[in-house]
């Protein structure tokens, strides 16, 4: 069975220091690969999605990147972290062919704070 | 680019009420999703509607998909206190349907 694993769960950073969020899945591959952002008590925003290795589609232009390394690691980094940064960021993946092909398969989410 | 809208917002029901919450695209959708996200975790996936008119029911749950495919609704019937959530559909992004646009949500809480 696939599964989707997502950390650190929790992080407090200082403004103006790095980030980096991983996301790994299992039991699949070439999977189509999301970042979500969620402020607190809001929808889910697209950041980032990957349909293949080295395939980076932004969303929103902001000081946030994503890399895939590998087929089923997806990262979120920022060199300099901004308040406006804190937020619940879920990572996610789909069989290829996007919402053509199934839903979406989120992991439990990492909790950041910016202070 | 691709807009999903929901409404309400909130909703604050007594259990045992019924709840539905409606989501309008502001264009024709080839298909559209439901997720179910209950405090402080993750989105879950609901459903799947594809055909136009069509209409799934999961139990107490109640989903269908307009005949003009753009619009969406999820109705509850007899609401329990483990239906507590935000509740988002989704629809493909782009024309290329590789990435998903969410929905605001809509946030129920259930009154025992």
């Known amino acids: 069975s696939q599964t989707i694993h997502q950390w650190p769960a929790t992080l407090v950073q200082p403004v103006g220091s790095p980030l980096s969020l991983e996301c790994t899945v299992e039991?699949?591959?070439?999977?189509?690969l999301y970042w979500y952002r969620q402020a607190a008590g809001r929808g889910l925003q697209l950041l980032f999605y990957?349909?293949?290795?080295?395939?980076i589609s932004s969303e929103v232009p902001q000081n946030l990147s994503a890399s895939r390394p590998q087929d089923r690691q997806f990262i979120l980094s920022s060199k300099k972290l901004l308040l406006s940064d804190s937020g619940f960021y879920l990572c996610?993946?789909?069989?290829?062919?996007?919402?053509?092909?199934?839903?979406?398969?989120f992991g439990e989410g990492s909790r950041l704070t910016v202070l | 680019g691709q807009q999903v809208m929901q409404i309400p917002q909130y909703q604050h029901v007594q259990e045992g009420e019924d709840f539905t919450t409606y989501c309008n695209s502001s264009?024709?959708?080839?298909?559209i999703q439901w997720y179910k996200q209950r405090p402080g975790g993750h989105p879950v996936f609901l459903i799947q509607?594809?055909?136009?008119?069509e209409v799934k029911k999961q139990k107490r749950l109640t989903f269908q998909f307009g005949e003009a495919k753009k619009n969406s609704s999820l109705h509850i019937t007899a609401t329990q206190t483990t239906d507590v959530g935000t509740y988002f559909c989704?629809?493909?992004?782009?024309?290329?349907?590789?990435?998903?646009?969410f929905g605001p949500g809509t946030r129920l809480s259930v009154l025992p």
């Open positions: 990957s349909v293949g290795i080295g395939q």
């Open positions: 989704a629809g493909p992004g782009d024309n290329y349907g590789q990435n998903f646009v």
């Open positions: 996610a993946w789909s069989r290829s062919g996007g919402p053509w092909a199934g839903e979406l398969f």
């Open positions: 264009t024709t959708l080839s298909n």
């Open positions: 039991g699949t591959s070439n999977p189509n």
């Open positions: 509607l594809v055909k136009s008119g």
